[in-house]
Structure formats: structure tokens, C-alpha cells
């Protein structure tokens, strides 16, 4: 089984200042996607950003972009000129491939973004 | 607003009672997913289901059950309810079940248990 650790339970950085946030996964399968999800406080899973174990680029997203680190099981996010609207919980999810379309969650980071 | 419509969007029931949660997926979605977000449990699949047959089972109790009918919508029906059920209640669909299509989540059923 998979599994996916967020060790930062709560985060806080100042609007315009960059944050990054952490992720690692545990797993056997070499072909998999990751992916961020963004929960505001209206409580919607809003799809951030998604990476392709196979593809060796980082993803990017406008101000959204991931640090992907195959050897290390890592999958951090970087957000760039934080904005207040980027307040909320961040949840890094794990996706098999070729084994239906389940996602594995990781237990969250809150992002607060400071005026 | 994604295109997934979940209803109602906040549900009060007692122990013991039973409830259906309701969810619309996007237009032309075939593919139909629900998940739980709890305090303790945090978020958990469910269930998936992929124009109209189940396809994937996740930690879903026996209490629980789910369907996908002719017209794609999806109802979770929760029975037997216990306090510990009180969560959110997320559908989410994708344009097949297939790995890696792009899951898109409704805004979540808020299910209170008293």
C-alpha cells in the first residue's frame, strides 16, 4: 500500500514571499502521478498541480510549481508571491498507474499567508 | 466551480438513521469516486464506480453502500448511522476510470451525526 506524508502541519509566509511545501510518498510502483490539492475555507478540492512519475521535468503552474525528486520519494511545492487567496489546506495525493484512478491522500498542510 | 454537483450540502441526522447523499459529475464524466474527510480519518476513498458498474473499493463500511445509474448520477447511501460517521462527504468524477484522467471534486457533503 501506499502512503503519503505532509510533515508540516501548518505553515505561515508573508504575501509576495515564496513557501515551499513538503511531501514524500511511500511506494514499490516505478508508474505513478502526483498530485497537489488545494482546500480553502469554502471547504472545495481545487486541483493545484499534477506530475508524471515518468517525466523527469518538474511541473508548473503559474506562481505553482513542484520539485520532484524520483530517487527520494519526494514531491514538495513551491508557491511563488504568495497571495492571501493562497490561504488554505494543501494535501499532496498519490495516484497508481494502470490501477484505476484512486487517490491516496496525505494528511495536509495549512498555509496561512500573512498581509 | 468545478461541474460536480453534490446535494444536499449539509445534512443533521441521528444515530441510528439513515441518509443518501446525492452527486451529479461533470457533463460527459463516465467515471464517479467517493471520498470521506473526517477529523480522525482524514481523507479516505470510498468507493469508485465507472458508468454505472462499481470499479474500485476503498475502505467503505458494510453500513455504506453506493450506486451509479443510467444517467451517471451517484447516490452514497449511509445507514445505521453512528457518530463517528459525522464527515464530509466529497464526490469527485474524471472523463473515464482510467489512471491519471484528472479527478475534479464537488464542493462535499457536510454530514452531522447527533
Known amino acids: 500500500a501506499q502512503t503519503v506524508t505532509q510533515s508540516q502541519p501548518e505553515m505561515s509566509v508573508q504575501e509576495a514571499e515564496t513557501v515551499t511545501l513538503s511531501c514524500t510518498y511511500d511506494t514499490s510502483e516505478s508508474n505513478y502521478y502526483l498530485f497537489w490539492y488545494k482546500q480553502p475555507p469554502s471547504r472545495q478540492m481545487i486541483l493545484v498541480i499534477r506530475q508524471e512519475a515518468y517525466k523527469q521535468q518538474n511541473a508548473t503552474e503559474n506562481r505553482f510549481s513542484v520539485n520532484f525528486q524520483k530517487a527520494a520519494k519526494s514531491f514538495s511545492l513551491k508557491i511563488s508571491d504568495s497571495q492571501l487567496g493562497d490561504t488554505a489546506m494543501y494535501f499532496c495525493?498519490?495516484?497508481?498507474?494502470?490501477?484505476?484512478?484512486?487517490?491516496?491522500f496525505g494528511g495536509g498542510t495549512r498555509l496561512m499567508v500573512k498581509p | 466551480d468545478s461541474g460536480v454537483t453534490q446535494t444536499p450540502k449539509h445534512l443533521i441526522t441521528a444515530t441510528g438513521q439513515r441518509v443518501t447523499l446525492r452527486c451529479s459529475p461533470r457533463?460527459?464524466?463516465?467515471?464517479v469516486y467517493w471520498y470521506q474527510q473526517s477529523l480522525d480519518q482524514g481523507l479516505q476513498f470510498l468507493i469508485q464506480y465507472y458508468n454505472g458498474e462499481e470499479r474500485a473499493k476503498g475502505n467503505i463500511l458494510e453500513r455504506f453502500s453506493a450506486q451509479q445509474f443510467p444517467d451517471l448520477h451517484s447516490e452514497l447511501n449511509l445507514s445505521s448511522l453512528e457518530l463517528g460517521d459525522s464527515a464530509l462527504y466529497f464526490c469527485?468524477?474524471?472523463?473515464?476510470?482510467?489512471?491519471?484522467?484528472?479527478?475534479?471534486f464537488g464542493e462535499g457533503s457536510w454530514l452531522t451525526v447527533v
Open positions: 495525493a498519490f495516484m497508481k498507474r494502470n490501477a484505476g484512478n484512486m487517490l491516496t
Open positions: 469527485a468524477s474524471s472523463a473515464r476510470g482510467n489512471s491519471g484522467n484528472t479527478i475534479y
Open positions: 457533463s460527459g464524466d463516465l467515471s
